[in-house]
């Protein structure tokens, strides 16, 4: 029971560490992205914690299976590195009573994963899906600067100053264009517009003009006018695939669409995933000392990679038509299934 406990322990702390580390650099990396959409003015720097916050439970859903397959190659290699696996095998702990203890921490790691996939994930989706349609209906204000050009929409803007409530601009200078004319549109004042039955933003310019400069020839056309609108952004309704990661368990279970069943396995797999990946790595932890507790580690590390990387390609396959429903993603577990119970068997991790 003092070694259970202690094997335990060292697993479960690498397993933190390392899922850690992960998700440091993963929330970081989302948290830059969500920054160059607030510097081109799609987002308000208010919502950047809020969204990478939300996008944390997705991360971990991915990160768990890889974080606990590291933490056992490391703490079994550590073991067999400093010779205590042969005191332990000597003491008759056979490798079938440690993959049993193994599978035991599997087990509650995949219950914490299977939260995460079946109920935080698709909640933090919903949340996250909210703010986002939230953004789009704002102003966008917020990410100008007086005195600068910001990105707004497919224009440039630059506006002296800005209202306290950041929803009028003073002095405003807009530069837009295409293949064949540049557009520009200089004006006293602008405030934003909200079109009720699109939910698309139009920029309201009073007193002031518009410039259009073809690019054939040097001919220009000014508009004088007292009010113009100009469109910020369509609203982006979410697509099938958004909609279906934000559903809840109840409603993928009562929907027969293809996309909610994928959505349903994909959810599935990841916890299973775990156990599976244990039937292949542990039979892989054990190293010749002079040859470093490395060795074996970028293999295990490499399949794991295969096996996550195999089902998201699968999944888009069967969204697209071109794989079957079923046997669906648990192909690519059923595969795995059989390389972990081959290895088990060839290494003699089933022997008592």
């Given at each position: 029971?003092?070694?259970y ?21 993963i929330?970081?990396?989302?948290f ?12 308000s ?12 439970p ?30 332990i ?29 079946l ?20 102003t ?10 910001v990105?707004?929409g ?11 409530d ?5 002095r ?18 602008g ?35 007292e ?34 069943r ?10 299973v ?18 040859q ?16 996550l ?21 648990w ?12 290895l ?5 991790v089933?022997?008592?």
């Amino acid at each position: 029971m003092i070694l259970y406990r202690y094997l335990a322990r060292e697993i479960i702390t690498s397993t933190l560490a390392v899922s850690s580390i992960l998700l440091l650099v993963i929330l970081g990396s989302r948290f830059a992205r969500y920054l160059g959409r607030a510097a081109s003015g799609r987002l308000s720097l208010d919502s950047l914690g809020q969204l990478t916050f939300l996008y944390l439970p997705y991360a971990a859903q991915m990160i768990l299976p890889i974080s606990f397959i590291l933490a056992v190659m490391m703490t079994f290699g550590r073991l067999y590195m400093e010779s205590e696996m042969a005191v332990i095998q000597s003491s008759g702990v056979s490798q079938r009573k440690l993959l049993k203890l193994v599978l035991g921490l599997g087990v509650l790691l995949t219950l914490v994963t299977g939260f995460s996939s079946l109920y935080l994930t698709p909640l933090a989706q919903l949340e996250s899906e909210k703010v986002i349609q939230e953004q789009q209906r704002r102003t966008g204000f917020e990410s100008l600067t007086p005195g600068q050009f910001v990105e707004l929409g497919d224009q440039a803007v630059y506006a002296e100053a800005i209202s306290d409530d950041q929803q009028t601009l003073q002095r405003v200078f807009i530069a837009q264009g295409d293949e064949s004319t540049d557009q520009l549109a200089v004006a006293r004042r602008g405030f934003q517009q909200l079109a009720e039955e699109t939910q698309s933003r139009f920029l309201i310019l009073e007193e002031g003009y518009r410039y259009e400069l073809p690019l054939e020839d040097l001919s220009m056309t000014v508009l004088d006018y007292e009010r113009y609108a100009l469109r910020l952004g369509v609203y982006q309704p979410p697509t099938i695939q958004e909609e279906v990661e934000a559903m809840f368990l109840s409603q993928l279970l009562a929907s027969d669409a293809l996309a909610a069943r994928v959505e349903l396995q994909w959810r599935l797999a990841l916890p299973v995933m775990v156990l599976i990946m244990v039937l292949v790595a542990f039979p892989l932890t054990k190293v010749n000392p002079r040859q470093g507790r490395f060795m074996t580690l970028l293999p295990v590390l490499f399949l794991q990679m295969i096996f996550l990387t195999g089902v998201m390609s699968l999944q888009d396959t069967i969204n697209k038509g071109q794989w079957p429903l079923y046997p669906g993603l648990w192909a690519v577990h059923a595969g795995f299934l059989l390389l972990g119970l081959l290895l088990c068997w060839c290494r003699g991790v089933f022997a008592k």
